[in-house]
Each structure stands twice: as structure tokens, then as C-alpha cells.
């Protein structure tokens, strides 16, 4: 079964405006990372936060954890029309020393 | 520069043929993994390496084979016994131990490549 699940599924907005996407998981996580896919792509590593970490920047990037509600927030801010992508959540579980589990994405969509 | 090439980037197969796709790194990485992607859900891990000669399967690893004869090269098999192959296919590698990701231990992606069968 698929541990991390994003929310929304899709995301359409204007360019300049910031975007948030929710990664929420099941077991808890040794860490939790973001990739971007361009389309017909491969991913791209963004962030990596750690469960005792509560919150990343990284540019434009800022990454929140909350272990308590197994939750995870990557919020861009001042989109670009390059941000158009698909993001993923990926964990890795407390009790797995190896698999990444990845949720389904969330595809956004940044119109100028 | 360094990185991850895999090719062919679309393939094309007829039923009960095998195929291989091949992926290649020169990060000098020593763990490689390979993915498999379907529209709308999460990547699906097939088979990892830690080392030459060495490789472990995934969560679904039925219908697929892979070789680690070089550290630079993972090549994966999709033979007649995988029930539905057509998806996306996603080699990655990492530096370290194939077994924990953390600090920059996180996973490079190759482009990937579509495999329809017709």
C-alpha cells in the first residue's frame, strides 16, 4: 500500500502566486524527501527533512514536517511558469532500512 | 558531467518478446535501483544493487531480471513473464549504502524509457 499520499492531486495556478502541496503518511519516517518530474522525465531531488526537523528552506522551497499529524507541506513561493512539474513525496519508513515509499504526486500547473 | 544515461528513451515490444533497457552512471555511485512508473500512482521499486554481482529485488520484481557486471551499469530485463509492461521505467543511483538515504544521500534519476507493447 502506498504510504505517502499528496493532496490535491492537481494544481493549477498564476503565475507569481505561491503554491502548497500536503504529502500525509501512515508509519512513522525516518525522513521524508521531494522530487520534481518535468513531464516524460526523471525526478529531481529537492529537499530531504529529517523527522526530528520541523521545517527546510531551500530557495524558493520551504518544506514543513509534523510527525504528530504525519504530514508534509512543500510550499513554493513565487511560482514561475518553469515550475510546471509533477512533485513527489517520498518517505522512508523507521522500520525499512532501504525502500523509499513514494506517493502518486501532485501535478502542478503554473499559468502565466 | 556527470550522471545517468538510459536508453532507448521509447521501445517498442511485441508480446512474448524480451527487452532490455540499459542504464549507465558515472557518478561512481555504488547503489543503483530501478523504478517503475504508472500514470497516477507513486514510483515502484523493481530490483536494487549495492554492489557488482550483487542485486536484491523490490516490491515487484515478477517478470524482471537485471545484471551488475560493472559498477557503472544496471541493465534490466522485461521478459514475456511480466504480465503488463507497458509504463515508465526510472534507474537511479546514489552514493553510499543502498540501504540508507540521508544528507546527500538521496537518489539521481536517469531521463528514463517507455516501453509500450503492441
Known amino acids: 500500500s502506498q504510504q505517502g499520499e499528496e493532496d490535491p492531486q492537481a494544481l493549477s495556478i498564476q503565475e507569481g502566486e505561491n503554491a502548497t502541496m500536503n504529502c500525509s503518511y501512515k508509519?512513522?519516517?525516518?525522513?521524508l524527501q521531494w522530487y520534481r518530474q518535468n513531464s516524460g522525465r526523471g525526478l529531481v531531488h529537492l529537499i530531504l527533512i529529517r523527522s526530528n526537523e520541523r521545517e527546510k528552506h531551500s530557495g524558493r522551497l520551504r518544506v514543513t514536517l509534523d510527525t504528530s499529524k504525519k504530514s508534509s507541506s512543500l510550499l513554493i513561493t513565487a511560482s514561475r511558469a518553469a515550475d510546471t512539474a509533477s512533485y513527489f513525496c517520498?518517505?522512508?519508513?523507521?522500520?525499512?532500512?532501504?525502500?523509499?515509499?513514494w506517493g502518486a504526486g501532485t501535478k502542478l500547473i503554473i499559468k502565466p | 558531467d556527470g550522471g545517468i544515461t538510459q536508453s532507448p528513451k521509447y521501445l517498442f515490444r511485441k508480446e512474448g518478446q524480451n527487452v532490455t533497457l540499459s542504464c549507465e552512471q558515472n557518478?561512481?555511485?555504488?547503489?543503483m535501483y530501478w523504478y517503475r512508473q504508472d500514470p497516477g500512482q507513486g514510483l515502484r521499486l523493481i530490483y536494487y544493487s549495492q554492489i557488482v554481482n550483487d542485486f536484491q529485488k523490490g516490491d515487484i520484481a515478477e517478470g524482471y531480471s537485471v545484471s551488475r557486471e560493472k559498477k557503472e551499469s544496471f541493465p534490466l530485463t522485461v521478459t514475456s513473464a511480466q504480465k503488463n509492461p507497458t509504463a515508465f521505467y526510472l534507474c537511479?543511483?546514489?552514493?553510499?549504502?543502498?540501504?540508507?538515504?540521508?544528507?546527500?544521500?538521496?537518489?539521481?534519476f536517469g531521463a528514463g524509457s517507455r516501453l509500450t507493447v503492441l
Open positions: 557518478l561512481n555511485h555504488d547503489a
Open positions: 517520498a518517505t522512508l519508513p523507521m522500520d525499512s532500512n532501504y525502500q523509499l515509499i
Open positions: 508509519t512513522s519516517i525516518n525522513n
Open positions: 537511479a543511483s546514489k552514493s553510499g549504502s543502498a540501504v540508507s538515504f540521508s544528507g546527500a544521500n538521496v537518489l539521481t
